[in-house]
């Protein structure tokens, strides 16, 4: 019989061959396999929390786009996806491919910051965004303002910004105003917008003012608009430029000297000699701070001083305490936000937890990872913090910000030098100070408790020198606020 043939099985094979293909591979097949797989992998996503992204199905490959909070956020995704419909592959009817390409990787941000400097034609933006479709908006409209060519940014996405503030708006219309001004200056942080700048046209200057009078975007908005400055510094790009009048071939040197003792050869010296006010004091003790800002201007204008720009928390609290302490005819206006500072030392640890008690213990060992192999200074025999500690602290602060829902208590140790009640003096003294220091940076009070320990809890011997500077530390105690309760 025709079955008992082998050429009989091969036809019936390829008969069952073409069957299957057309079940898998035909035109209604396929579309409802495309849709099968990309409700499935919505609903993995669902079921992992990964509310942020979305998937579309091409096949069985699916495309994520969206905004991820972190890397690990969007591997977890990708991973989930992937076994929405089990093992996967072609007959058996999963997912084959998972990919990321329209994924932004978007981190949570503290402070939320943006900013914009013109310098003659040339427009430089930082800070970040909460989208691509804002971040591209802002790009585009100072393209369009003042020439592709003419353009920098250093704009990145983040995670963070006030629900009630129109972000694109308010930069665009920034980057309106500055257009008009023949230099200047925006700051954009959370909801309040700064813009600083000068004009030699007063109609302009009245025009940008309404302009920004009239800007309903969600932010509380405070200009500095004038003439031109009678002396400007400015700082972008690693450069730093002095442009406009100083009193005196003294003072010109003076200011150079520092600048380049502070810039290297990032310097630029456009001014003149010429009538100028006895600004050169306060300007001199200025700079410095100025050299550790990452953009900003330092103007002189009439009888006031403008500092704006980004720096660290460190640099802004040292310049506001050193502007304080002099007495002059001159007052200082600040636009000055903060940038956080690096710390590799917190690589690893995961600070944006949502459980309570993993939270606690991130906080805790970043302040002790941190504090490894860094210090806090004193000078010495006082409670007053070293400078040269201003990094350590800039440091700390970035993980108090995310960490604001604990509780910190900062506590001061000693060697067994001298007498004990000294000491103890001394620590308290020094716990003091520091838990000042991060109040005065703008950390909640309630936060943060002080408590000095003097001799009675050493980490090393008494008996070596060695062993006497390990035990002069301040510490970071961790807790949360039911237990200090």
Wanted: proline letters at 3%; charged letters at 25%; one cysteine or more.
């Amino acid at each position: 019989m025709a079955f008992d043939r082998p050429v009989f099985w091969i036809g019936v094979a390829g008969l069952i061959l073409t069957g299957l293909i057309t079940v898998w591979f035909g035109p209604q097949s396929h579309a409802n396999t495309e849709d099968q797989v990309e409700r499935a992998a919505s609903a993995a996503l669902a079921a992992g929390g990964h509310d942020w992204a979305t998937a579309k199905a091409y096949g069985q490959r699916v495309a994520l786009s969206g905004q991820a909070p972190d890397e690990q956020s969007l591997q977890e995704a990708s991973n989930d996806v992937m076994a929405a419909l089990g093992p996967g592959g072609v007959f058996i009817g999963g997912v084959t491919k998972v990919t990321s390409r329209d994924v932004d990787v978007v981190p949570m941000v503290s402070s939320f910051a943006w900013g914009a400097i013109r310098e003659g034609r040339q427009i430089t933006l930082e800070g970040v965004a909460p989208d691509r479709q804002s971040l591209d908006a802002i790009e585009t409209a100072a393209r369009d303002m003042f020439g592709a060519s003419n353009v920098i940014s250093r704009m990145s996405l983040a995670d963070g910004a006030p629900d009630q503030v129109d972000w694109s708006r308010a930069a665009t219309e920034s980057l309106a105003a500055l257009n008009q001004l023949d230099r200047g200056s925006a700051e954009l942080t959370n909801d309040r917008l700064v813009l600083a700048g000068q004009t030699l046209n007063e109609e302009t200057a009245q025009a940008v003012q309404a302009s920004l009078d009239a800007l309903d975007a969600g932010v509380a908005i405070t200009t500095f608009i004038s003439g031109p400055a009678e002396w400007t510094a400015t700082l972008g790009n690693g450069e730093l430029d002095f442009s406009g009048t100083v009193a005196d071939e003294e003072t010109r040197n003076a200011l150079a000297e520092l600048a380049r003792s502070a810039f290297d050869e990032q310097f630029a010296d456009n001014s003149r000699i010429g009538a100028a006010g006895a600004w050169g004091p306060r300007v001199r003790l200025a700079l410095p701070h100025f050299a550790r800002f990452r953009s900003g201007q330092i103007s002189v204008l009439e009888d006031r001083i403008r500092i704006s720009g980004r720096a660290p928390a460190s640099a802004i609290t040292f310049l506001r305490e050193d502007m304080s302490a002099l007495r002059d005819d001159y007052e200082v206006l600040y636009s000055v936000e903060e940038s956080a500072s690096e710390a590799t030392e917190l690589a690893g640890i995961n600070l944006d937890s949502a459980d309570p008690t993993e939270l606690r213990a991130s906080c805790q060992q970043g302040f002790t990872q941190i504090m490894a192999s860094n210090q806090i200074l004193f000078e010495s025999g006082s409670s007053r913090i070293d400078r040269v500690s201003g990094e350590t602290l800039d440091k700390l602060i970035g993980v108090m910000r995310r960490c604001d829902t604990l509780r910190i208590e900062v506590q001061g140790h000693t060697d067994a030098t001298g007498r004990g009640a000294d000491n103890k003096e001394l620590s308290t003294q020094r716990a003091n100070a520091v838990r000042t220091y991060f109040i005065e940076a703008g950390i909640e009070p309630d936060l943060l408790s002080a408590m000095g320990y003097g001799e009675e809890q050493p980490v090393a011997s008494n008996r070596t020198a060695e062993g006497r500077q390990q035990n002069r530390r301040i510490e970071f105690s961790v807790s949360s606020a039911e237990d200090a309760q």
